[in-house]
């Protein structure tokens, strides 16, 4: 059983950072696509941004395009959003997520069957 925890959410002022952190455990994820997601207050769930199982290979949403960089380390099992110039509209729950193939990434993140519990990004004005 596959099972994502996600850290590093908090209360940031708008212009600030958050490192966010997803642990896999239960299973090796190394061939599989990982991705972010969020869903704020009233609002459908959206990708933010997925990677490939090496990491050569990532999506971003547009809006958050230049400011937020995924990445992942495969011997630790983790992956990673780098979240900064912060706006409050990227006030969320933020997700991380699996795909439930290996060696398959859909660049919007269609295909993830694994799901965190989600860590609070607050971005005050």
């Known amino acids: 059983q596959v099972q994502l925890v996600e850290s590093g959410g908090g209360l940031v002022q708008t212009g600030g950072s958050l490192r966010l952190s997803c642990a896999a455990s239960g299973r090796t994820l190394s061939t599989y696509a990982m991705g972010w997601f969020r869903q704020a207050p009233g609002k459908e769930r959206e990708v933010v941004a997925t990677?490939?199982?090496?990491?050569?290979?990532?999506y971003y949403t547009d809006s958050v395009k230049g400011r937020f960089t995924i990445s992942r380390d495969n011997a630790k099992n983790t992956v990673y959003l780098q979240m900064n110039i912060l706006k409050p509209e990227d006030t969320a729950v933020y997700y991380c997520a699996a795909a439930g193939v290996a060696s398959i990434w859909e660049p919007r993140g269609e295909n993830m069957g694994y799901w965190g519990k989600g860590t609070l990004v607050t971005v005050s004005s």
């Open positions: 990677i490939g199982w090496t990491g050569s290979s990532t």
